[in-house]
């Protein structure tokens, strides 16, 4: 090659790195026990879904959800289950627990369109309920971001009531998570399922009619 940089050589921590290929065999494990745990929750969450009646644009999804998985969020692998599921250009009804490498797991309501004046009303008033859970509610310029810090969320509780109705005021959704690290014993013991279920209940007062 003529005209460009000339590589750098390997250090040898990168080429210690190279040679080990335990990381590969312990994310195969992981993604594939982590694969299982999201289709039990898609599954037990489709029985939930069947025994209520929710505050939702027309069309979602509440039968098949969607499991998908890939290798770039901000450069790390990442495994997700939507159930239920609607996301267009003018409104999202969306259930989705999100494994994300490095981050931990977390469960996120994404609710906008037709409705989103009734779900902000409704958060609202269970500020208190959602204090005890730890849920954060997003404040970045759209859904999809997934830091967890301070420019991206606020924490739902009723001291930050104020600050909350002025960030959503002009805010096109609303999106409330709860996060589960890798060191709490749900995600050591494999029982990301039951508190996806448990989580998705706790916010279910939001969207029912």
Request: aromatic fraction near 12%; include cysteine.
């Amino acid at each position: 090659m003529t005209g460009g940089i000339s590589p750098k050589p390997l250090t040898p921590e990168e080429l210690r790195v190279l040679e080990d290929v335990r990381p590969f065999r312990i994310r195969e494990k992981v993604i594939g026990s982590l694969q299982t745990n999201f289709d039990d929750l898609r599954r037990r969450l489709v029985g939930h879904l069947q025994h209520g009646s929710y505050l939702a644009p027309p069309g979602v999804d509440y039968l098949h959800g969607k499991i998908g998985q890939g290798e770039h969020l901000d450069g790390l692998p990442y495994l997700f289950v939507d159930m239920p599921r609607f996301i267009t250009q003018e409104s999202s009804f969306t259930y989705r627990t999100l494994f994300w490498w490095g981050d931990g797991v977390s469960f996120s309501f994404i609710l906008s369109g037709p409705h989103l004046s009734h779900y902000r009303e409704r958060l609202m008033e269970s500020l208190a309920i959602l204090e005890a859970l730890d849920v954060y509610v997003s404040v970045g310029e759209n859904p999809w971001e997934w830091q967890r810090d301070r420019s991206n969320t606020i924490k739902a509780e009723p001291r930050n009531a104020n600050q909350l109705a002025r960030a959503l005021r002009g805010q096109p959704y609303l999106k409330c998570s709860r996060f589960l690290g890798f060191g709490e014993p749900e995600f050591r013991e494999g029982r990301v399922d039951e508190v996806g279920l448990y989580t998705f209940q706790a916010f279910e007062p939001l969207v029912l009619i």
